[in-house]
């Protein structure tokens, strides 16, 4: 089964500062998705950046990017120039290639921006 | 577009008490899922389907039932309520055929059971 860890339950940065919040995860499989949501304080999960395993390239959103490494399992968050609306949980999540509509899900990191 | 519609956002129950948590979207997707969320355990997964007709239990299943009659509406049913049930519940959709569509999810229910 797969497994997702997201071993920092809390982190802060200063606006218009640079954080990377970290995710790792275990499977066998070769072909999955990897997914940061954000749920800021209403509640709302909101997609910030997908990455597809088969891609090499890392992949960006504005000032989100990601840090995928496949052989060593490790899907981390990058934000820059962060902003107060920044502040919100993040959680890590994988999709198994062959199993549509089951995301697994991290602990989740509570993210505060101080201005 | 209203995308996927919970109901109700939040709920209290009494302990051995029956409801029906409701989720409907309106984008023609096939996949459904509900999870709960828990301080610290991040969002599970409790039951899915697939497409109409066919539902399938995730990781945290005993307690709940689901159905699914339509593809629009996919209930989550809470037989006899227990208060390690307390939690957020999140329905979520996402399109078939391109497995890395994201989810679309509700806006939870908040539910406590006393």
């Known amino acids: 089964a797969q497994t997702v860890t997201q071993s920092q339950p809390e982190m802060s940065v200063q606006e218009a500062e640079t954080v990377t919040l970290s995710c790792t995860y275990d499977?066998?499989?070769?072909?999955?998705?990897l997914f940061w949501y954000k749920q800021p304080p209403s509640r709302q999960m909101i997609l910030v950046i997908r990455?597809?395993?088969?891609?090499?390239q890392n992949a960006t959103e504005n000032r989100f990017s990601v840090n995928f490494q496949k052989a060593a399992k490790s899907f981390s968050l990058k934000i820059s120039d962060s902003q107060l609306g920044d502040a919100a949980m993040y959680f890590c999540?994988?999709?198994?290639?062959?199993?549509?509509?089951?995301?697994?899900f991290g602990q989740g990191t509570e993210l505060s921006v101080k201005p | 577009n209203a995308g996927v519609t919970q109901t109700p956002k939040f709920q209290v129950l009494k302990t051995g008490q029956s409801m029906t948590l409701q989720c409907a979207q309106d984008m023609n997707h096939e996949y459904m899922s509900w999870y709960r969320q828990d301080p610290g355990m991040g969002l599970r997964l409790i039951h899915y389907?697939?497409?109409?007709?066919?539902?399938d239990q995730g990781e945290v299943p005993n307690g709940y039932n689901v159905s699914r009659s339509t593809t629009e509406d996919f209930p989550l049913r809470l037989l006899s309520a227990a208060p390690s049930q307390t939690s957020v519940y999140f329905c979520a959709s996402s399109i078939t055929g391109t497995k890395n569509q994201p989810q679309h999810f509700g806006d939870g229910t908040r539910l406590s059971i006393l």
């Open positions: 990455q597809e395993a088969y891609k090499q």
């Open positions: 389907s697939v497409g109409a007709g066919i539902t």
């Open positions: 499977t066998s499989e070769s072909d999955y998705y």
């Open positions: 999540a994988y999709l198994s290639y062959n199993q549509g509509g089951k995301l697994i």
